[in-house]
């Protein structure tokens, strides 16, 4: 079978090539914008999502795409337009011209949030894209990953416990939340490109929900230390944000990702569990990756 991945220097795309890789089954290409330290086995191929011509040269001969590119903390709305919807839009009809077989696209399990956002919102649009378009489609809403080489999102708040007696949390810290193991994630993907396209949805989140303050506990027991958690109050968290946003280039946090820290993360993965048979580890299991201090 012949793989395509976008956004594979990423976390996520990071894990998922390297587990193919080890597939000698599977021809595994990349589109990236510049070289980067690849397997072997893995064919890389230089282009980006507004240049059609590195687009029909990529998906020319591919059986599945597994579409992970995406703009995610923006500070100005074009940027992520032109990544999430017009790339996307790219991508999809020179899929088509090549009459690729399985169309695998990342949205993400917050796109349910009451709370609006522009990402959010593009990812919507993004889903429609894929479901209107005539190419087999599987859409996957991955909840909030972590793992091994993580250096952003999980993986600052990791960081931020390794260093620091005392951890500031946005909100009550009482928000239930549903992790999932990047190792799981890839797992369940690989299962989704091996598996004939449903034209479904599927979340794909940890098995349990715990709060943030319980996730932050487990860390530090994972860790052998004693942190101490105060709670920062959204109003004055999102004070702070305006002059972060105003100074920084490219922010490592927006405004809705704030606003969101009190509200619910709890997702149905019993999709999942039925199609691909995943089984994903709990929380505390999926951090024993952590070393003690």
């Known amino acids: 079978m012949k793989i ?3 956004g594979a220097t990423g976390f996520i795309g990071q894990n998922l090539v390297m587990a193919l890789a080890k597939k000698s089954k599977h021809n595994i290409s990349v589109l990236v914008r510049k070289t980067g330290a690849f397997p072997d086995n893995v064919q890389v191929i ?3 999502l507004v240049d059609s011509e590195s687009l029909m040269k990529a998906t020319k001969n591919i059986d599945v795409i597994v579409h ?3 703009y995610v903390n923006i500070k100005n709305r074009r940027h992520s337009e032109q990544t999430n919807i ?4 790219n991508m999809l009809k020179a899929a088509k011209q090549n009459k690729v077989r399985h169309f695998i696209f ?3 399990a917050v796109i349910t949030s009451e709370i609006p956002g522009v990402y959010t919102q593009h990812k919507k649009i993004g889903e429609d894209l894929v479901r209107r378009n005539s190419l087999p489609y599987t859409i996957i809403r991955p909840s909030l990953v972590y793992g091994q080489y993580d250096n952003k999102n999980f993986g600052r708040m990791i960081a931020l416990i390794k260093r620091h007696p005392i951890v500031p949390i946005v909100g009550s810290g009482k928000a239930k939340t549903q992790p999932v193991l990047v190792d799981d994630l890839v797992d369940v993907t690989i299962k989704a490109i091996e598996k004939k396209p449903q034209n479904k949805v599927y979340f794909i989140a940890g098995p349990e929900s715990i ?3 319980e996730m932050i506990k487990l860390v530090a027991n994972q860790l052998g230390v004693t942190r101490h958690i105060i709670h920062i109050p959204i109003p004055i968290a999102l004070g702070g944000l305006k002059f972060y946003l105003f100074f920084s280039r490219y922010p490592k946090i927006i405004k809705e990702q704030i606003v969101r820290m009190n509200e619910d993360k709890v997702y149905d993965i019993t999709a ?3 199609d691909f048979g995943f089984k994903p580890k709990n929380f505390a299991s999926g951090i024993r990756f952590l070393k003690r201090s």
Do not use: M
């Open 4 to 6: 395509l991945i976008t």
């Open 46 to 48: 230089l282009g980006n």
């Open 68 to 70: 992970l590119a995406a």
């Open 86 to 89: 017009i790339g996307l839009e």
């Open 106 to 108: 990342f949205s993400t």
């Open 211 to 213: 709060t943030v303050n």
């Open 272 to 274: 999942a569990q039925n």
